[in-house]
Nanobody, 124 residues
Framework: QVQLVESGGGLVQAGGSLRLSCAAS????????IGWFRQAPGKEREFVAG????????AYSNSVKGRFTISRDNAKNTVTLQMNSLEPEDTAVYYCAARPAYSIPYSQGEYNYWGQGTQVTVFS
């Protein structure tokens, strides 16, 4: 049973940084993709970033490219999302998700497993 647990959300001023973690357990993830999604009030859940566990290949949405960095720690079975230069528009609940795959899916419907989410609030 795959379990994903997010942590690291909080309240931050615009221009600041936050670091989110996704602790993955229940199996080995060598052939998995781990993705980060976010959902703001009244909006659909959207892809933020993804990483292929086997070789750390990454993908980002245009809205976060250059500001966010996704990485994985094999020893800790953790995927981290480092978020810099945060903007009020980044305010949302952030979720990590997983699926066995080679290519990084951008659609939430393609992910099999989800965490419970962590709130990120950016104020100006």
């Amino acid at each position: 049973q795959v379990q994903l647990v997010e942590s690291g959300g909080g309240l931050v001023q615009a221009g600041g940084s936050l670091r989110l973690s996704c602790a993955a357990s229940g199996r080995t993830f060598g052939n998995y993709i781990i993705g980060w999604f976010r959902q703001a009030p009244g909006k659909e859940r959207e892809f933020v970033a993804g990483i292929r566990w086997s070789d750390s290949r990454t993908a980002y949405s245009n809205s976060v490219k250059g500001r966010f960095t996704i990485s994985r720690d094999n020893a800790k079975n953790t995927v981290t999302l480092q978020m810099n230069s945060l903007e009020p528009e980044d305010t949302a609940v952030y979720y990590c998700a997983a699926r066995p795959a080679y290519s990084i899916p951008y659609s939430q419907g393609e992910y099999n497993y989800w965490g419970q989410g962590t709130q990120v609030t950016v104020f100006s």
